[in-house]
């Protein structure tokens, strides 16, 4: 059954456990992607994107543990797999880039040092054959003068270049997945949109599939099939890129796609921020998460966690207002049916 | 890069040279002379010897004659060794120190190195507190206590080792020890400290994701980085080594440069004390040249200007 994903991750439950408590960092999520899409995991800074992203390539930091729940990428059991069977798929099978290029490559190595060292770890080829393929590499992602660059260290060249560095490390083996970790918020606006454009390119090029980890919705939504939107741990709502832009369930989604900057809006309408704090995830609320900082809570909303209310196979949120929606629309279909006026 | 280090090289013999005019000032500020103490000598006797070795003439053109002889490379007689040229006495006994200090730089370096990644692996756990209880010691006792401890625990006490002279190798476990003591704790904190920032830095993670092992990642990707603050305390151990030799050197009777530069400033054998500090400071400065160029070659973000 999960053959037919790429990944595959069912209910999974992480935790750090700090000196001054348990934090529930992931909170039952579930992931699931096909060869070739790409997968949007946006939310605030905190939510736990980058903590999903982290476990499936066996980069979870030292006090965390996984729970339960199962993390399976290209016929591989991730959460069964010892460090030195993780060894061989990571920087091979699945490449991770991170946000801040700047600090990411290794300050006293030349760039063609880092990208040909990858590539003799997994592969048999020769430090020549090596050179010459992160050659190849530099023209793939863009870089001129590719024999001059090799040469080069990572302060000799700028923040967009660096990660278009990094975009070649991560691809050197060619992946099949490449997760890609706020690969543009350290970058400038017109940076960023040359490095999304780049990898999009890549995508296509090479039929890879990618996880996108954002807090800015608005940045990555045009290349996204699927978004998953995080809050406290837990994925609040799921969905096609359409159905989370145009039929947003969630209340905290809503909040998110009203704080987007529109250029094609008259100028009179403002952005609209969500209120309040993330939560502390040492103490996290009781009931629904985002309950504390949602105009359209109830008092269920912060006795109970909302159960899963699904609109399709693609489509589903935690939230109470839908389920009462639901269940509405149901006594409604069931009322009409009934009444034999039901439609088909 | 030879522009870098001719530079260097001309700054040297500047420092060289205000190293010299100050200690030569400096010395013969210092009461007494050469010749006072030796009760059988007659003034007459006393007026000859300083006539001959020109400490009759002004203090001026003492030092004119000294720095016109330096410039020659000629480093004088000692006043208080017959016979003997400073040149001589610093070339039999500097091999000596050099062979103890040597060794004690090599171990620090080594064992402070390694000890503080130990550490810095091991942090909060079993050998972290070990190693760093082991460093504040080190760097809280000073070495002539060290010294005398070793030397009374392990020589007296125990007759393990010599704690006279050089006789054979296990005589010098002591004065190595004893001057490796401090250098060695210190490396360690200084290692510990600068991997466990290293092991945080994004480019670690890198290295991880790409599926290195563990030892690629500690051996390439973390000690090169990790290293620099030693490399960068290298120029300063080694004034610490040297100054450390003096006294070890006399506590354990040892016949080097350091034991020798004390008799000569009691002595006020002012041409051996004149040699023996522009060849000391000639050897740090070198050293440090050596270390700085090293320092470059680790770190490429380092440019020479
Ligand atoms: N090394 C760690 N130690 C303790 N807690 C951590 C650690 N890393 C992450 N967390 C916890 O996991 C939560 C999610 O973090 P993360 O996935 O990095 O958020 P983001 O969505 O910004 O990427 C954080 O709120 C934090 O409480
Ligand atoms: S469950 Fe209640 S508090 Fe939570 S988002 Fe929905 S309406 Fe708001
Ligand atoms: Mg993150």
Known sequence: MSEEYLVNIEHEKLSFFTPAGEVKALNDVNIHLRQGEVLGIV?????????????????????????SGSLYFNGHQVDQMTEKEMRKIRGNEISIIFQDPMTSLNPVYTIGN??????????????????????ELLELVGINEPEKRLKQYPHELSGGMRQRIM????????????????????????????????????????GMSIIMITHDLGVVASMCDHIAVMYAGRIVEYGTTDQVFYEPKHM??????????????????????????????????????????????????????????????????????????????????SSAKSSGGGEA | MTRYVLKRILLAIVTIWVVATLTFFLMNMIPGGPFLSEKAISPQATAALEAKYGLDKSLWEQYVTYMNGLLHGDFGLSLKQRGRTVLEIIVTKFPVSAK??????????????SLGCIAALHQG??????????????????????????????????????????????????????????PTSYIMRLMRSSMLDVLGQDYMRTAKAKGLSGTKQLFKHALRNAILPVVTYVGPMLAYTIVGSFVVEKIFVIPGLGGSFITAINGRDYTLIMGTTIFLATLVILMTLVVDILYKIIDPRIKYD
């Open chain 1, 167 to 206: 975009i070649a490390i991560a691809l050197a083996c060619e992946p099949k997945l490449l997760i890609a970790d706020e690969p543009t918020t350290a970058l400038d606006v017109t940076i960023q949109a040359q490095i999304l454009e780049l990898m999009m390119e890549l995508k296509d090029k090479l």
């Open chain 1, 43 to 67: 939310g605030e800074s905190g939510s736990g994107k980058s903590v999903t992203a982290y476990s499936l390539i066996g980069l979870t930091a030292d006090p965390g543990k996984l729970i």
């Open chain 2, 125 to 182: 756990k079993f050998w972290d507190r070990f190693i760093s209880v082991f460093a504040t010691l080190g760097i809280a006792v000073p070495g002539f206590v060290v010294c005398t401890l070793l030397s009374y625990v392990f020589g007296a006490k125990l007759k393990l080792v010599s704690t006279l002279g050089l006789s054979d190798w296990t005589s010098y476990i002591l004065p190595v020890t004893a001057i490796a003591f401090y």
């Open chain 1, 252 to 333: 905290y989604t809503k909040g998110l796609i009203r704080s987007i900057p529109r250029l094609d809006t008259d100028e009179h309408q403002r952005l609209i921020p969500i209120e309040g704090t993330p939560v502390d995830m040492l103490n996290p609320p009781k009931g629904c998460p985002f309950g504390p900082r949602c105009e359209a809570c109830m008092k269920i909303c912060l006795k109970q966690n909302p159960p899963i209310t699904e609109f399709d196979d693609t489509h589903y949120t935690y939230c109470w207002l839908q389920q009462k929606e639901a269940m509405e629309r149901l006594a409604a279909d």
């Open chain 1, 114 to 135: 880092q990208i040909t060292e990858v590539i003799t770890l997994h592969t048999n080829k020769t430090k020549e054959e090596a050179k010459a393929r992160a050659k």
């Open chain 2, 100 to 113: 103890i200090g040597g060794m004690a730089v090599l171990i620090s370096l080594v064992l402070g190195v």
